[in-house]
């Protein structure tokens, strides 16, 4: 394991080799999902009339033990 760069409370710190990740990325209509969103209170603030979006998905195993992790990311 590297040493982390920040001393402050970080226990542990492991690099992983091995993982498998796809990532997509696009952008989301702002129009389209406003009118979606309205009936739940919901707003968007999307300047320009469209978001950036990234779905990330991982798998991996460390230490015997298997992880799998999702993220949404949208940017507005």
Same mark, same amino acid.
Request: charged share 25%.
């Given at each position: 394991m590297k040493k982390p760069i920040s001393q402050s409370g &970080? #226990?542990? =710190?492991a690099e992983i080799e091995? &993982?498998?990740e796809v990532t997509l @990325?696009?952008?989301? $209509? #702002? $129009?389209f999902w406003a009118a979606r969103l309205q009936p739940y209170? @919901? #707003?968007i603030g999307a300047p320009g009339g469209a978001a950036q979006v990234m779905v990330s998905a991982s798998a991996l195993r460390w230490r015997g033990m298997r992880f799998r992790e999702l993220i949404v =990311?949208?940017?507005t």
């Open positions: &970080v #226990r542990y =710190s091995h &993982v498998q @990325l696009g952008t989301a $209509d #702002r $129009d209170g @919901l #707003r =990311s949208i940017a």
